[in-house]
């Protein structure tokens, strides 16, 4: 499986919009479930949302919950991240990762459980 993110790379001012887009390709049927990451300047890589493909159950980190909306379009292998009431603290490279199976729990955040990542992108919120 191949991923492409896109739709960063500019500067958004805090409190506006911006969405992401993740496409896939390659073996997409074994997908079970994408999700979103962030890495922040000098932290660790972090869970954003991820959504399963089949039924569309979506799942939030509590920073985020409320803002940002996780969707799919399974007829074009794609993954969006639509992020609303943008903050300073949301700056990071985001990055969309795919699983093969139903991760849960604690086994959500952690990015080793994984299976393929895209080349993530960069969103710069300015205060």
């Known amino acids: 499986v191949q991923l492409q993110a896109s739709g960063g790379g500019g500067l958004v001012q805090a409190g506006g919009s911006l969405r992401l887009s993740c496409a896939a390709s390659g073996r997409t049927s074994s997908i079970y479930m994408m999700a979103w990451f962030r890495q922040a300047p000098g932290k660790d890589r972090e869970f954003v949302a991820r959504?399963?493909?089949?039924?569309?159950?979506?799942l939030y980190s509590d920073s985020v919950k409320g803002r940002f909306t996780i969707s799919r379009d399974n007829a074009k292998n794609t993954m969006y991240l639509q992020m609303n009431s943008l903050k300073a603290e949301d700056t990071a490279f985001y990055y969309c990762?795919?699983?093969?199976?139903?991760?849960?729990?604690?086994?959500?955040?952690?990015?080793?459980?994984?299976?393929?990542w895209g080349q993530g992108t960069l969103v710069t919120v300015s205060s």
């Open positions: 990762t795919t699983s093969r199976v139903n991760l849960s729990g604690p086994e959500l955040l952690v990015d080793a459980l994984y299976d393929y």
């Open positions: 959504i399963t493909m089949s039924g569309g159950r979506a």
